[in-house]
Each structure stands twice: as C-alpha cells, then as structure tokens.
C-alpha cells in the first residue's frame, strides 16, 4: 500500500529515499529479490528522476543511504539505465552530480569494465577543470572506478587519456595543481582489480608514460606528487627493475635543477 502511493508521487530525491526505506523494511522479513525484480523499472526510474538529473546538488548522504537499491543493480541495468543517465547529466550539468558519482559506484556489486568508460572519460576531463570541487570529486569517483575495474584495456584506456592531457592534447597545463589532479587520477587507477600478471605485463608502458611528464616538469610539489603516484603502480612490478627506471632516476640526480634533484 505505501510502495504503491509513493511510486504514484512525482520522482524526486524525498520520494526515492522512502521506497527505499519500504525496501529496506521488505527484506528484513525476507531475503527473496522478488519485490524489487517485480518493481524494478520503478526503483530505476525513480533513483534516475529523483538523484541524477537533478537541478542542485544533492546531500551526498542520499546516495550512501541508496546503496540497499544499488546493490541489487545487474550490469544490465547500468548499461542499459542508470550508466548513460549519469554521462548525459554529467556533460549537461557536472556540478549537481559529480559528488553522486563516488557514491552510486561503491554500491554497484559487479565490475563496471567497458560499461562505464564514458563516464570515466568525462571524469578525467574533471581533474583539469577551473573548479576545486569539480576535481576534487572526480578524483574520488576514478578511485572508485578503479576498485570496480577488472579489464587492463580500460584501465590502458584511461591512463592514455589522462597522459595525453598531461603531454598537451587538451593544450598546455600551465596550472600546477590541475597537474597534480591528473597525476593523482593516473595514481588512482593503480587500485584496480587487474590480475598481478596482467599489470605487470602492462608496467612497461606506464612507467614510459610516467617518466615522459616528469622528465619535462619542473615544479618541485608537481614532481613530488608524481613519484607518488608512480611509486603506487610500482608496486606492480615483478622481477628486477627496469633498467629505464635506473637510469631515469640517475638522471634527475645529476640534473643540475635543485626541485629535480
């Protein structure tokens, strides 16, 4: 009875969190899915309306509070549904739900691989963006891609993009902490699920692309927080070093710049 009235209500952000509340209530007497295969479009439909294309920024407790609907999400769904509501509203208007982002993929319970490679782009686009909050949350929300992330060719994909930005394919970045965003992007992704012998086999590339940005920087908190973030994907790393690497390393001890050094 009150599932039925408050599905009939105009979606919106108050009328999401109450469906879920009565999904809540329905699974502690019983642990079938039932329920909401039967009402899943309307779960969809009113999470979509009433916590994506949203005019103003939401509370981002709204969205841990809709991880009971989330976790019943199938991949379908995100394909098909809630995937390419968020890219649209992304590109339309980013600051309302940016922040969402983080929070709709933790609930996710599968890994959203190829499914959400345009969201991720878009994301990247974020870490150089005029607004601190902006590149704030895109950070967190790449961290989050990251850890629902199996498949090394998006993983690949992701950090080629971010590279060309930092390499000038978007122009120059003359802004040193719009650098360090992208650098913390790159950074991010090292927390992805690739199995070990597939990131290692991919550790070639990205230390040549690590390398490539920091031999051309020259400001010392910019380089500081690349070596970081490398210094996460190394971990990667089976076997000796590459040689590269020493080499690299024995350069910028003998370059005669101090923030080198």
């Known amino acids: 009875l009150y599932f039925d009235k408050f599905s009939a209500m105009e979606p919106s952000h108050y009328t999401f969190i109450m469906l879920a509340a009565l999904l809540r209530l329905r699974l502690e007497d019983k642990t079938d899915t039932a329920f909401f295969d039967a009402n899943r479009a309307t779960f969809i439909n009113h999470f979509t309306k009433g916590l994506i294309t949203v005019k103003t920024k939401l509370n981002c407790h709204l969205y841990v509070a809709s991880k009971i609907f989330l976790n019943f999400l199938n991949e379908d769904d995100a394909k098909t549904s809630l995937l ?29 691989n190829e499914h959400g490679l345009d969201i991720a782009k878009i994301l990247i686009q974020n870490l150089f963006a005029k607004n601190d909050e902006n590149r704030s949350y895109a ?13 090394p060719k998006c993983i690949e994909t992701m950090l080629s993009q971010i590279f060309a930005v930092l390499n000038g394919s978007e ?3 003359t802004v040193a902490e719009y650098r360090i965003s992208l ?9 992805n699920k690739v199995d070990d012998e597939q990131k290692s086999a991919m550790m070639p590339s990205i230390s040549d692309n690590f390398i490539k940005v920091l031999d051309a920087e020259i400001q010392e908190k910019v380089l500081t927080h690349g070596l970081e973030m490398f210094g996460l994907w190394s971990m990667s790393f ?13 350069k910028g001890l003998e370059s005669k710049s101090q923030a080198v050094k």
């Not at 950070?139 to 498949?151: D, P, Q, R, V």
């Open 139 to 151: 950070m967190s929300a790449i961290k989050e891609f990251a850890l629902k992330c199996s498949s």
């Open 183 to 191: 650098l913390q992007g790159a950074g991010n992704l090292s927390l």
């Open 171 to 173: 122009g120059k970045i």
């Open 238 to 250: 089976k076997g000796e070093l590459d040689a590269k690497i020493l080499k690299w390393f024995k």
């Open 84 to 112: 390419p509501a968020i890219q649209r509203w992304m590109l339309r208007n980013p600051e309302t739900i940016l922040e969402g982002v983080e929070y709709i993929l933790q609930g996710l319970n599968f890994d959203i």
